[in-house]
């Protein structure tokens, strides 16, 4: 495997407590917005500000013809129902136990290109799927007492994790020519649509409007971590070895789970502990191919 320069590695770094802080955020804004209308807000933040930056650099808004199909599947799936399906989770578990089941995606990629892709499991992969299995089992099982509505958080963790595989999968399966950022720029202008017809019908008015701090992070959450950080991802999951991506999706949850007991003082009991080493282990086993011998 070739090296790996310093700097590729700062910004996988960067996304990695990029995405990981921004899960604790999720819960402080969603005190004061509904999940819906805080969707509608990031879509907007994110949409203005990847335009902003393509037309200051001066790239194409061109999509290349007969990839219209794959980004409104790509859209959907990478950013509409991921987005609506980690909010919602955050609402019913919390943050950091969120982001461990929407972590999960790299097992779902195995899964699906088993199942649809003919591609082999082998045992070191299904290793990893059995023990992925039971960390999420041994996350949730102290939750079902404490939080009524846990098999939701359960439910919406998880779709969001498999929306991120399928989408993933549609990412790498097709020919993008000349589409850098504007990729994750039309899956989000796509996405906002759906998003904003889900607010109308399912979301009354906030009864007041939201502090200025709650505003700022929502605007954030938007533009950087969404926007930029979704764009990050999908340059780094063609520039980098698999081996090293993996670092940044191994890491994401323990960085959420620990921004969730620092900011939130969300509960973490010995056997979430327990459940969170599994899930690294099996995100490791899935991602990280083991060192040939001899």
């Known amino acids: 495997m070739n090296r790996v320069s310093p700097k590729v590695l700062a910004l996988l770094a960067t996304l990695t407590l990029m995405w990981g802080t921004n899960w604790p955020m999720f819960r402080i804004v969603l005190d004061e917005i509904p999940p819906w209308t805080f969707r509608v807000c990031t879509m907007a933040s994110g949409a203005l500000t990847l335009g902003a930056i393509l037309v200051a650099r001066g790239d194409s808004f061109a999509i290349p013809k007969g990839r219209w199909l794959a980004l ?80 939701l958080g359960l439910f919406w963790g998880l779709a969001a994790g498999f929306a991120w595989a399928v989408g993933t999968l549609i990412v790498k399966r097709t020919s993008w020519p000349g589409m850098g950022l504007s990729l994750t720029f039309w899956q989000v202008v796509l996405s906002i ?66 921004s969730g007991v620092l900011i939130l003082h969300e509960p973490l009991s010995p056997l979430q502990t327990l459940a969170i080493g599994s899930t690294v282990i099996s995100l490791w086993l899935a991602l990280v191919p083991p060192r040939s011998v001899g």
């Open 72 to 151: 409104i599947a790509a859209a959907a799936t990478n950013i509409a129902i991921w987005n609506v399906a980690t909010t919602l989770a955050v609402l019913y578990i919390p943050s950091g136990h969120a982001s461990v089941l929407a972590y999960t995606m790299p097992l779902w990629v195995a899964v699906l290109g088993f199942a649809f892709l003919r591609q082999r499991l082998t045992h070191r992969m299904v290793a990893a799927i059995v023990i992925g299995a039971v960390a999420v089992v041994a996350l949730m099982l102290p939750n079902f007492g404490t939080y009524a509505s846990a098999p």
């Open 193 to 258: 649509p759906v998003i904003v017809s889900g607010a109308l019908l399912l979301e009354p008015m906030p009864p007041r409007w939201p502090s200025t701090g709650v505003v700022l992070l929502t605007i954030y959450i938007g533009a950087v971590p969404m926007a930029l950080g979704t764009s990050m991802w999908f340059a780094l999951v063609k520039l980098l070895p698999a081996q090293v991506a993996a670092l940044s999706s191994i890491a994401i949850p323990i960085v959420a789970i620990v």
